[in-house]
């Protein structure tokens, strides 16, 4: 049952059995005891992402050696580390089982995938590259279709409305995107949203301070940088617009106003996160001159004695810390906002791999597939 849920889940057509996964989410609960990897790390996983408390070091611990390592013989549990490697995505911060368990599933499984079947192997490649919880839901389920029609156990009730919801979404987005630009020239969301407009104040504020800088030759703190990046990012703003487009429409301008002004961690991490990425590559990727300057930058004056390596792995502990707060944020039983802004609040952070994942002749695959999958 919890591996038909999973299936649901992987492939965005849960929406369609709410009723019938809450009523066996029970037995999530005795599966977090057993003593098979898979079961116990497939159930933990259904339980964080549906708001539940439970304790990762506690139920992975009878799975290490007396040292507090993961058992060896673990590895050659492909399912069971694909699903543990899973699971240390969605670390809160401060689960030091979690950090094992993504430096042991990921070691082991990039060292077996060139033994494995093809269609097997293809998937364990998908999962190292594009983490199930770090990648939109959308992108994934295209691959996980293809890897459950590769089985010799298939359930082709489950297959065909997946493939049914992918073409649904498909004259879904392909209507949005229409509506959503006449509806932009018609009315004018400045028009429509009052407070969405005068958020532009603060946007500007936030470029005006990066100018002052660029313009005295002050050269700001990386944490200043990153601090202001946060408004300069323009996530406040598009959450701003979400947070009504989203049916918050008992939300009054107030409300909105305290969003902005005192910005919420489940805003503040996407929005890091997006300027961490676009900063760590920009003058390369993007053909910038550097000028404007960037985090790397900053943090490389203040440490004079790194290399560009060195600021770059700093930057990806401090992304990876960020997605353990925004997990934090969205995987608490009382949240604090609804769980559809939540959710597009993590589906904003998703994206940001995607937007900025070039490869070696500077293109974008990922966001190149993906757009194909949905467009054409």
Same mark, same amino acid.
């Given at each position: 049952m919890m591996?038909?849920?999973?299936?649901?889940?992987?492939?965005?057509?849960?929406?369609?059995?709410?009723?019938? =996964?809450?009523? #066996? !989410?029970?037995?999530? !609960?005795?599966?977090?005891?057993?003593?098979?990897?898979?079961?116990?790390?497939?159930?933990?996983r259904l339980l964080r992402e549906d708001g539940h408390d439970v304790s990762a070091d506690?139920?992975?611990?009878? %799975?290490?050696?007396?040292?507090?390592?993961? =058992?060896? /013989?673990?590895?050659?549990?492909?399912?069971?580390?694909?699903?543990?490697?899973?699971?240390?995505?969605?670390? !809160?911060?401060?689960? #030091?089982?979690?950090?094992? #368990?993504?430096? %042991?599933?990921?070691?082991? &499984?990039?060292s077996v995938v060139r033994h494995l079947e093809p269609s097997l192997a293809r998937y364990v490649r998908q999962s190292l590259d594009h983490p199930y919880h770090l990648n939109l839901m959308q992108y994934k389920a295209r691959h996980h279709l293809r890897y459950l029609q590769s089985l010799p156990n298939r359930n082709t009730a489950m297959e065909e409305l997946a493939i049914a919801e992918f073409h649904l979404n498909k004259l879904l987005h392909q209507e949005e995107m229409q509506e959503t630009k006449r509806w932009w020239m018609d009315l004018g969301l400045a028009q429509t949203i009052p407070m969405a407009r005068d958020q532009w104040v603060t946007l500007f504020h936030g470029f005006m301070v990066e100018a002052k800088w660029l313009a005295t030759d002050h050269v700001p703190s990386a944490e200043d940088y990153l601090r202001n990046g946060v408004i300069t990012s323009?996530?406040?703003?598009?959450?701003?617009?979400? %947070? %009504?487009? &989203?049916?918050?429409?008992? /939300?009054?301008?107030?409300?909105? #106003?305290? &969003?902005?002004?005192?910005?919420?961690?489940v805003i503040s991490s996407p929005a890091k996160i997006l300027r961490l990425w676009d900063d760590m590559g920009s003058t390369k990727d993007e053909a910038q001159e550097g000028l404007d300057g960037s985090y790397k930058d900053f943090y490389l004056m203040e440490n004079p004695s790194y290399a560009c390596s060195d600021a770059k792995e700093h930057m990806h502990r401090l992304i990876e810390r960020e997605w353990e707060e925004l997990n934090r944020e969205c995987f608490r039983r009382k949240r604090t906002f609804s769980s559809i802004f939540m959710q597009a609040c993590l589906n904003a952070a998703r994206m940001v791999s995607v937007m900025y994942g070039y490869n070696k002749e500077q293109r974008l695959p990922v966001l190149e597939d993906y757009m194909k999958m949905l467009l054409l």
């Amino acid at each position: 049952m919890m591996v038909t849920i999973d299936n649901l889940k992987r492939l965005c057509i849960d929406h369609y059995f709410q009723e019938e =996964i809450e009523e #066996a !989410m029970g037995a999530c !609960m005795y599966l977090l005891h057993s003593h098979d990897l898979h079961d116990a790390t497939l159930a933990l996983r259904l339980l964080r992402e549906d708001g539940h408390d439970v304790s990762a070091d506690e139920i992975l611990r009878k %799975f290490t050696d007396c040292s507090g390592e993961f =058992i060896v /013989a673990l590895s050659d549990d492909i399912r069971g580390l694909l699903n543990l490697h899973d699971t240390s995505h969605l670390n !809160m911060g401060g689960e #030091a089982s979690l950090y094992k #368990a993504k430096e %042991f599933s990921s070691k082991h &499984l990039a060292s077996v995938v060139r033994h494995l079947e093809p269609s097997l192997a293809r998937y364990v490649r998908q999962s190292l590259d594009h983490p199930y919880h770090l990648n939109l839901m959308q992108y994934k389920a295209r691959h996980h279709l293809r890897y459950l029609q590769s089985l010799p156990n298939r359930n082709t009730a489950m297959e065909e409305l997946a493939i049914a919801e992918f073409h649904l979404n498909k004259l879904l987005h392909q209507e949005e995107m229409q509506e959503t630009k006449r509806w932009w020239m018609d009315l004018g969301l400045a028009q429509t949203i009052p407070m969405a407009r005068d958020q532009w104040v603060t946007l500007f504020h936030g470029f005006m301070v990066e100018a002052k800088w660029l313009a005295t030759d002050h050269v700001p703190s990386a944490e200043d940088y990153l601090r202001n990046g946060v408004i300069t990012s323009g996530a406040p703003l598009a959450f701003a617009h979400a %947070f %009504f487009l &989203l049916g918050h429409d008992g /939300a009054t301008c107030n409300d909105v #106003a305290k &969003l902005i002004e005192h910005i919420p961690p489940v805003i503040s991490s996407p929005a890091k996160i997006l300027r961490l990425w676009d900063d760590m590559g920009s003058t390369k990727d993007e053909a910038q001159e550097g000028l404007d300057g960037s985090y790397k930058d900053f943090y490389l004056m203040e440490n004079p004695s790194y290399a560009c390596s060195d600021a770059k792995e700093h930057m990806h502990r401090l992304i990876e810390r960020e997605w353990e707060e925004l997990n934090r944020e969205c995987f608490r039983r009382k949240r604090t906002f609804s769980s559809i802004f939540m959710q597009a609040c993590l589906n904003a952070a998703r994206m940001v791999s995607v937007m900025y994942g070039y490869n070696k002749e500077q293109r974008l695959p990922v966001l190149e597939d993906y757009m194909k999958m949905l467009l054409l």
